[in-house]
């Protein structure tokens, strides 16, 4: 199997560009489901140690059905199939960038969740114009063991994101395992209280929001991804999302650029344009670097051909 690796603000993804399992033909989205229904095995083995790493995000190349796109894309983690990833976008478009596949400019990329364009102005710096996003409910309370009630709102960017503002617990580096805590504690009252998208959709992500120290910046996030890691970046459809959210509340205007950063202070410039359907259509920039490009090998003896299961891995 034939990879490249790359990372967007520390964020992982590995490209694959072969040796990755047939999907057939049809609708990305039908494609998508395919991969989490029946090739659970791959994405852990590619995603888990000891081939891969925690918070690794997978993207595997599938012919678009839009012959303008110049690849089709589904993103997976070690545990989920995404709709989207922003992050693995940029990490993506500077990857076929180093391969020769495309050069500076405008391009088109087909995921499970609709076209998405990415503008690459150098060789590592990528603007991605996501799909339209919106905001679904507003002021959700929850009941999580130690807090009197967690209230926030359910988005989508590409995937569904619970989104907390502010943020019980600061976000900053020395709380990472307590935010972590407290996003899988919401994670699982938002499934149990059946908060989820118009199709039964389940809250994937969890986005607990607070300012940064640094006064250029608009907000720093804590993003939860579906294999209980944390997003290195700001999360590109997570920022998606908060971006329905502030156009909704009044408290950003169109074409208005901010700064969000991550938890490890990990830059994403983003803006919006209006959507026809009452959402917004957000714009991404940040910066990505390829790390490696390996064939990774599975051996038929390797007791850990299909990675280190997670429960051995984090003792749970
Ligand atoms: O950047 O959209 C994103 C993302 C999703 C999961 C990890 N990163």
């Known amino acids: 199997m034939h990879v490249i690796d ?3 603000g520390g964020e992982p993804t590995r490209v694959i560009l072969s040796g990755g399992p047939d999907l057939g033909s049809g609708p990305l989205a039908e494609r998508a ?3 989490a229904d029946d090739h659970a095995a791959f994405s ?3 995603m888990r140690e000891p081939r891969g790493q925690p918070a690794m995000v997978g993207a595997l190349l599938v012919a678009p059905v839009d012959a303008t796109c110049v690849t089709g894309v589904i993103y997976f983690d070690a545990d989920a199939v995404l709709g989207m990833c922003g992050h693995g976008t940029i990490g993506l478009a500077v990857t076929l960038a180093h391969l020769g596949r495309i050069g500076l400019g405008t391009h088109r990329i087909e995921t499970p969740a ?5 503008h690459l102005s150098d060789a590592n710096t990528v603007t991605v114009t996501n799909v339209e996003s919106r905001r679904v409910r507003q002021g959700v309370s929850l009941n999580v063991a130690g807090y009197e ?7 989508y960017g590409g995937n569904w994101f619970f989104i907390v503002d502010p943020s019980p617990i600061p976000v900053a580096p020395h709380n990472i395992d307590r935010l972590t805590a407290l996003a899988i504690a919401i994670r699982k009252a938002a499934i149990a209280a059946g908060v989820c998208g118009e199709n039964g959709e389940n809250v994937d992500h969890v986005i607990l929001q607070d300012a940064s120290p640094d006064p250029r910046i608009h907000s720093r996030n804590f993003v939860l991804c579906p294999d209980n890691t944390y997003d290195r970046s700001p999360c590109g459809t997570g920022s998606s999302a908060r971006l329905a959210c502030l156009a909704l509340d009044g408290k950003l205007a169109e074409h208005t650029e901010i700064i969000q950063e991550s938890v490890i202070g990990s830059p994403f410039r983003l803006s919006y344009s209006k959507g026809a359907n009452g959402g917004v259509i957000p714009s991404i920039t940040s910066q990505a670097f390829v790390t490696a490009a390996s064939h990774l090998i599975f051996a038929a003896t390797d007791p850990f051909k299909n990675g280190i299961p997670q429960a051995a891995n984090t003792g749970a």
């Open 114 to 118: 609709g076209v998405v364009t990415v």
């Open 6 to 8: 790359s990372h967007t």
């Open 44 to 46: 852990q083995a590619v």
């Open 33 to 35: 489901r395919r991969l």
């Open 149 to 155: 009630k967690i209230t926030g709102d359910l988005a």
